[in-house]
């Protein structure tokens, strides 16, 4: 949670110094890269199954979307705001669209945690003053957090037919790919014309944040089960503003944290609802 946390002032950091198509390929790329001994270590084989491509290639067109709006983000607003408004909203867009779409009927505990969710939503966006229009660095992470969150929906299907760690390695593979089309054209070699601070954002966000730390989240789930694994999301939102503040000298709004705290405890409250 840590490394996942301090993943978006580093994001930050890297948003100053090349293009977002260039840094978004790269990342992806390295994460991609990073995977393989991963794989080999789990003894996974590279094969995949063709019923599994549809669901891998959607998945990875959201993975790269998602990485991009995140950059996006943090272009124009606090790296703070991105790791509280994204990590919190989340789950509850994921409840919202599991009701939406899947005929799921909440009980009366996600019906609250749902209520409560979108309300601390609101406070951290500041919809009561009407600039929200005109925020659109908030604007940016509500649209990230949707698209994570339907990406969400669709792993948890494919990872019926498929293992977390192989399904993760051929995301973000498609995502580069994806990427790789974008960045074309705009400088993609221009990264090695940085010094050591860029090159060591980008093997944070590409390696710590994405191949290690997810490795280590999903050995976790299996040691001490996805339930318990899954609480321990909600100190992610805290490191993001410690580490932001740290790093960047970012001090959060009133708003951001009253807001963050009461989509935490609405996330704490969905999840008791879910293993109930």
């Given amino acids: 949670m840590m490394l996942w946390g301090a993943g978006w002032p580093v994001l930050k950091i890297l948003s100053q110094s090349v293009s977002w198509e260039v840094a978004t390929f790269w990342r992806l790329a390295l994460m991609s890269l990073a995977y393989i001994p991963v ?82 939503g609101m406070v951290m966006v500041e919809l009561w003053d009407g600039t929200i229009l005109s925020n659109v660095g908030n604007l940016v992470f509500i649209l990230a957090a949707l698209s994570w969150s339907i990406l969400s929906v669709l792993a948890q299907y494919s990872r019926n037919h498929l293992d977390p760690i192989r399904y993760s390695f051929y995301l973000g593979l498609i995502a580069t790919f994806c990427m790789f089309i974008m960045a074309y054209g705009h400088g993609i070699l221009s990264v090695f014309d940085e010094g050591l601070g860029f090159w060591g954002a980008l093997l944070y966000l590409s390696v710590m944040t994405q191949t290690v730390a997810t490795t280590i989240y999903f050995v976790a789930s299996g040691k001490i089960g996805s339930a318990k694994a899954g609480s321990y999301m909600l100190l992610v939102p805290l490191f993001a503003l410690i580490s932001s503040y740290v790093l960047l000298g970012e001090v959060p709004s009133t708003s951001l944290v009253i807001g963050g705290v009461m989509s935490i405890v609405a996330v704490y409250w969905i999840h008791q609802a879910k293993t109930a």
């Fill in 39 to 120: 794989l080999w270590w789990n003894k996974q084989p590279l094969r995949l199954a063709k019923s599994s491509w549809i669901s891998v290639t959607i998945s990875g067109l959201l993975y790269a979307l998602f990485m991009v709006l995140s950059f996006l983000g943090v272009q124009v607003a606090t790296a703070g705001a991105g790791g509280m408004i994204i990590t919190t909203l989340s789950p509850v867009f994921i409840v919202l669209i599991t009701i939406i779409f899947t005929g799921f009927h909440p009980s009366k505990q996600h019906l609250f945690g749902l209520g409560l969710g979108l309300l601390g």
